[in-house]
């Protein structure tokens, strides 16, 4: 028996080296392997014998089949072309050597720059001032007049009378306009202060982005336009906006900018709590007490000013539920920035 | 601030839904936040009156009643209530009525005796009446009238957001003039007292020590009041905006405060001492009960009212308990006044009271309102209180006192700040819409810089507008600010400046991040004990911190002046939470020091006040326990390579030089930073193991500081050099090194005697053990030899290895290997 298997073998095997196509191969298989094959009968034989030799002979030709089922698979493997796993001299799936572990940048300054490039290209500048600073610049400058409400808007952290830290990135507007001349097109990102507790969307540290334009004849049209044309640059969609009056003491008239909301389109969802609407910044045109602290004359020129909170928008754009999770600085949290935002 | 509609409806009327009014408002500025619909009705419930009561057969507690609920036969209930006797008129929930909570009124059997309804009190009505027990109605009202009759009530409620330069709006009647703007409609006001001449006099001088201080005082009488429930009607509207009634005096105050805005004050006339009030300043601290009962220190010079004896009231903000209106009073004395904004505001912070009354003086009152709403409460309280008005009142204001000037208003200037194109009639038509009065200049049709169209004159409730620009914002928010259109994109002139500063930064992140560092954002405050944590000197400037002198409740105080602490906190939390070292993170981040010149010119005198703010590049490695070459830790290793790489990124020369000066580093495991100047601009190295203690972390930190500001960060451009093409001459050597001897020590001996052949040398192997002498290690160098004149040969590089090798072994005693 064994000898009729070991002939069975090379001959099979030789044969499936010759064939010269799939037809070949196929035909070898029949031969073999087939209802009425070669190998096919010697199983059948196995009933004639009995004990250790049945069994003997039964593992046998069982390998064997697996042998030229193997054989054959891989010829037809060469014939259509593709070569077997085995045929490399190395495992290929073994995990690869990064050049570097791929660190990440943080969402809320990918944000901020994504937000800066987009002013760049529509031609403002950037500066940024101190983040201790003179009441005089964040309040007194601004047209918030001393012992007036407005200064309740904004819980200030105070070093002193005269010495807080910055509740918006607004007193570099002044600090700008004590430097230059219009025209001027600005932005002022930076980190700013209030003194609140901290929930799940507010933080005593976060920030803000400002802008000001100044010119001979800078209309609240022209806001407009820039907010749109930021929007659409921003989010990446034709979201319209809409302008609601507010008050400021630094702009006169004042307005908060809403944009259609991107969860929902603007038919109410929980992102837009129902309204349709998000509010991303505060706008308005610069106040002449503004112009005045600055030392611009009266009435030459006309500016506008905005500004948002880059947080906010970071959290939109990322899903991102509450604000503190931007300045834990988790792995978990950090690490899901990795690569290109 | 809540407003409701229902009220409103009293002084202005509007065609449209309350969903589209507040649309409406919040297009014009008043932001409405949001609507509660106020539907109360007691279906089932009547008037009825108590025709019997006796004791129940088996409940010491209950009492048996008949009553009479209008139908005609008298119904048996079972009642629990101390206060039910025969003859009193109360509420009564016939069986089927339906009570607020889903609770309907069964025939029911308490302890074996047929109930057929309940007698109600207050609370399961929830009407908010004061009292317990079953509510006792006036006798005179029919049996079986429906409880809706006295107390149903619809309503639709707005929460408004009121902007502090909108006092007006913090009122029905101020609401109302906006509402009747926006739809073009008239608006009235509230009835008034119609004085009556003659007769009795107050009996009261008022005197005011100080105009400034209160623009005017008046002072106004009312007898024979009788203190008692205010009108059902004001309740339910005072209760709708979330105001609690009290009593029909202090309700009608209350009253004319949310309708008009003017904050109003009823003293009992009985309680005051003498016959006259002055409003003047406190001449010292003093303590007082306010009418909340709560005892509280003034500091002098807060305003107050006084009588012959002392202080009554907190000028604007609240009276006090001495002069309050309780149920035995029956005179009253009313004031109504205008205190300066700025006085009310700093007594309600100094004392940390705010009530309705100081939020609206602060913000402004209305002058002209003062005597018209001390006349509304004169007419409430004689229709509600049964007074009888003292024809006589004290009027007190300031002599010098003039209306405000009107404002110039150019067509010009309005379209060129919001871009439009509007006309001289359409704005004269918006403005009289608010209820300016518009007074036409000859030149009404010329539109320019000079030409001013009208003159504008606001009227007192309007404070809020003093400039042109004030006039303007009415014009956008009443013409709308959909309307307005751009002209396609303002250009701006010039174009951008991309500082070189924000461009380098932005790409150093860039770059660290692709390095495997994670960028943080930490805190600009630093925990009370971390510079004992640090160990820092008790010198040293670093502990000179700004501290915020109002902090919140548990927060930090002091503004950082070094980033060191952040990278422990941020290493020690992501080690805790698991994440598998080495752990890798950066920062940009500002410290404030108040020791360091502020390097900027000076605009503002008070600018020396401010801290220095420089900005600092951090990297950190955390949790690293590896060794590298020559047994160095692993990240010490990593830090020097990233300065080094930094400095090539940057292409600002830094130099690391072993040692330290900063405590809280390991001392023989850190650098200083030099730039090309020599100036020490950073550190690197491993934070001292104490310092790892003390701020409880479990594994070793090192980390590199740069202070950004110190680089110059615009190097000129890259130069190009023709680069040698002959080929370059490889030789290792293999160096028996004594172990007092570094690498740098050979590093420079191997450069200086290499001479201008040797381009490079590279250290690519240290080893110690086996086939090495004990105290030496063997040092693996590459060098590379290259000459510009032409290909090396192997005679002349020969020598020139034979003077580096003879010259270390004359400097270092170093022998090659083998």
Redesign the interface.
């Given at each position: 028996m064994q000898e009729m298997i070991d002939r069975l073998r090379s001959e099979a095997l030789a044969a499936i080296h010759a064939a010269d196509g799939e037809p070949a191969l196929e035909a070898v298989r029949v031969a073999v392997l087939g209802r009425k094959g070669s190998l096919t009968g010697l199983l059948r034989g196995l009933k004639d014998l009995e004990g250790d030799a049945k069994r003997d002979a039964g593992a046998a030709l069982n390998a064997l089949k697996d042998e030229l089922t193997a054989a054959l698979d891989a010829r037809l493997l060469a014939f259509s072309g593709a070569r077997p796993v085995t045929a490399h001299a190395y495992d290929l799936t073994l995990p690869g050597r990064a050049p570097?572990?791929?660190?990440?940048?943080?969402p809320?300054?990918t944000v901020l720059?994504g937000i800066?490039d987009i002013?760049?290209?529509?031609?403002?500048?950037?500066?940024d001032g101190?983040?201790?600073?003179?009441d005089?610049?964040n309040f007194t400058a601004l047209n918030f007049?001393?012992?007036?409400?407005?200064r309740?808007?904004q819980d200030t952290?105070?070093?002193?009378e005269?010495?807080l830290?910055r509740t918006q990135t607004s007193p570099v507007q002044v600090?700008m306009m004590?430097?230059r001349e219009p025209?001027l097109?600005c932005i002022f990102p930076g980190?700013v202060?209030r003194?609140?507790?901290a929930d799940a969307s507010h933080s005593?540290?976060f920030f803000q982005i400002e802008g000001l334009?100044v010119?001979r004849?800078?209309?609240?049209?022209?806001l407009?336009?820039?907010v749109?044309?930021f929007v659409r640059n921003f989010f990446g969609a034709e979201a319209p906006t809409?302008?609601?009056?507010?008050?400021f003491?630094f702009t006169?008239?004042?307005?908060e900018v809403d944009m259609q909301c991107v969860a929902c389109g603007g038919s109410g969802c929980g992102v837009c709590k129902q309204t349709g609407w998000l509010e991303i910044m505060g706008a308005g045109?610069v106040?002449?007490n503004v112009f005045r602290a600055a030392g611009y004359p009266d009435?030459r020129y006309?500016g506008f000013a905005f500004g948002m909170g880059i947080d906010r928008i970071a959290m939109l754009k990322y899903g991102i539920s509450d604000i503190r999770l931007?300045?834990?600085?988790?792995?978990?949290f950090?690490?899901q920035f990795?690569g290109v935002q | 601030m809540k407003i409701s509609l229902e009220w409103l409806s009293d002084f202005v009327s509007w065609d449209d839904e309350p969903a589209a009014l507040a649309v409406r408002l919040?297009?014009?500025?008043l932001?409405v936040e949001g609507i509660e619909e106020i539907r109360r009705t007691f279906p089932g419930v009547v008037v009825a009156r108590v025709l019997e009561r006796e004791k129940h057969p088996d409940a010491d507690r209950l009492s048996l009643c008949k009553v009479d609920d209008g139908t005609g036969s008298p119904v048996q209930v079972v009642c629990g209530a101390p206060n039910v006797r025969a003859g009193i008129t109360v509420l009564f929930a016939r069986v089927g009525a339906e009570l607020p909570g889903d609770f309907r009124i069964k025939k029911s059997k308490i302890r074996g005796v047929e109930s057929c309804g309940m007698i109600c009190s207050a609370a399961e009505l929830e009407l908010g009446l004061e009292g317990s027990g079953i509510v006792e109605l006036e006798t005179d009202l029919p049996n079986g009238t429906p409880a809706d009759e006295l107390y149903g009530f619809q309503d639709t409620v707005f929460e408004v957001e009121v902007?502090?330069?909108?006092p007006d709006w913090l009122s029905h009647v101020g609401v109302a003039r906006e509402v009747a703007a926006i739809y073009g409609t008239k608006m009235s006001l509230p009835p008034i007292w119609n004085a009556v001449q003659g007769g009795e006099s107050l009996g009261v001088k008022v005197r005011v020590e100080d105009y400034a201080d209160c623009g005017r005082y008046t002072a106004w009488g009312a007898q024979r009041v009788k203190i008692g429930p205010s009108p059902r009607w004001m309740q339910n509207r005072l209760r709708a905006i979330g105001a609690r009634p009290i009593n029909n005096v202090v309700d009608i105050t209350n009253y004319v405060l949310f309708e008009l805005g003017q904050p109003l004050h009823a003293f009992d006339r009985g309680q005051l001492a003498g016959s006259a009030i002055t409003v003047r300043r406190a001449p010292e601290k003093t303590s007082v009960v306010t009418l909340d009962g709560q005892t509280r220190e003034i500091e002098a010079g807060t305003l107050l009212i006084c009588d012959e004896k002392g202080p009554v009231a907190l000028a604007g903000v609240m009276g006090l308990g001495n002069s309050e209106v309780t149920a035995q009073t029956t005179e009253i004395l009313l004031e109504s006044a205008f205190f300066n904004?700025?006085h009310v505001?700093?007594a309600s912070r100094r004392m940390g009271l705010i009530s309705e009354s100081s939020y609206r003086f602060?913000?402004g009152a209305d002058w002209d309102m003062v005597e018209r709403a001390a006349l509304r409460a004169l007419q409430l309280l004689q229709e509600h209180t049964g007074a009888r008005i003292v024809p006589d009142w004290a009027d007190r204001h300031d002599p010098d006192h003039r209306p405000a000037d009107p404002l110039r208003l150019r067509v010009w200037?309005v379209n060129?700040?919001?871009?439009?194109a509007v006309t001289t009639d359409q704005v004269a038509q918006i403005l009289q819409r608010l209820g300016l009065k518009v007074q036409p200049m000859g030149n009404a049709e010329s539109i320019s810089?000079s030409a001013v169209n009208m003159m504008v004159h606001v009227p007192t409730h309007r404070r809020d507008l003093s400039?042109e620009?004030?006039l303007?914002?009415e014009i956008?928010?009443i013409h709308g600010?959909?309307q307005?259109?751009?002209?396609?994109?303002?250009?701006?002139?010039?174009?951008?400046?991309?500082?070189p500063r924000?461009v380098a930064r932005?790409r150093l992140?860039?770059w660290?991040?692709?390095?495997?560092?994670?960028?943080?954002?930490?805190?600009?405050?630093m925990e009370a004990g971390d510079h004992d944590h640090l160990g820092l000197p008790a010198d040293d400037p670093r502990r000179r911190t700004?501290?915020?002198?109002?902090?919140?409740?548990g927060?930090d105080t002091q503004?950082r002046t070094l980033l060191a602490p952040s990278a422990l906190v941020?290493s020690r939390?992501?080690l805790n939470?698991g994440?598998t070292p080495p752990?890798?993170?950066?920062q940009i981040n500002?410290v404030?020091r108040t020791d360091l010149p502020l390097g900027r010119e000076l605009?503002?005198a008070?600018?020396v006040?401010?801290?220095a703010?420089p900005e600092y590049l951090q990297l950190v490695v955390a949790g690293w326990r590896e060794t590298g070459l020559g047994g160095v830790p692993a990240d010490l290793l990593e830090m020097r390579g990233a300065v080094e790489s930094l400095s090539a990124f940057l292409r600002v020369p830094l130099t690391l030089e072993p040692g330290t000066d900063e405590v809280w580093l390991d001392d023989g495991a850190a650098w200083r930073v030099r730039d090309a100047a020599g100036r020490v601009v950073g550190l690197a190295g491993r934070v001292a193991p104490g310092v790892l203690a003390a701020f409880d972390v479990d594994a070793p930190v090192a980390l590199a500081e740069i202070r950004l500001d110190d680089l110059d960060l615009t190097p000129a451009p890259a130069r190009f050099e023709a680069f040698i093409r002959f080929p370059a001459v490889k030789r290792d050597l293999s160096l028996l090194v004594p172990a007092a001897v570094s690498f740098g020590q050979v590093r420079d001996t191997v450069a200086e005697a290499g001479g201008p052949l040797l381009e490079s040398s590279e250290l690519f192997d240290i080893y110690r053990g086996k086939g090495v002498p004990e105290g030496r290690a063997a040092y693996g160098i590459r060098l590379k030899f290259r000459s510009a004149k032409g290909s090396l040969k192997g005679e002349t590089v020969d020598a020139a290895i034979g003077t580096i090798l003879a010259a270390l072994r004359d400097r270092w005693a170093i022998e090659p290997r083998g």
């Open positions: 570097a572990p791929l660190g990440s940048r943080h809320l300054l720059e800066c002013f760049y290209g529509m031609g403002f500048s950037r500066d101190p983040e201790v600073e003179l005089y610049y007049p001393d012992d007036h409400p407005a309740d808007i952290f105070y070093f002193n005269k010495v830290l600090r004590e430097q025209p097109a980190r202060y003194n609140e507790n005593s540290e334009v010119d004849a800078v209309s609240m049209a022209d407009k336009d820039t749109d044309t809409r302008f609601r009056p507010h008050y003491p006169e008239p004042s307005v045109m106040h002449p009435d006309t931007l300045y834990e600085n988790d792995l978990r950090l690490n990795r | 919040t297009a014009a500025g932001n902007t502090p330069n909108r904004p700025s505001r700093r602060e913000r200037q060129r700040v919001l871009g439009t810089a400039l620009v004030d303007i914002e956008a928010r600010l959909d307005l259109t751009g002209r396609g994109g303002y250009r701006i002139p010039g174009g951008a400046v991309k500082r924000d932005d992140r860039g660290l991040s692709a390095c495997g560092y994670a960028e943080i954002v930490t805190s600009s405050f700004l501290a915020v002198v109002n902090p919140r409740h927060g503004m941020v939390r992501n939470a994440s752990l890798r993170f950066f500002r404030f605009r503002q008070d600018e006040l401010l801290p703010e």
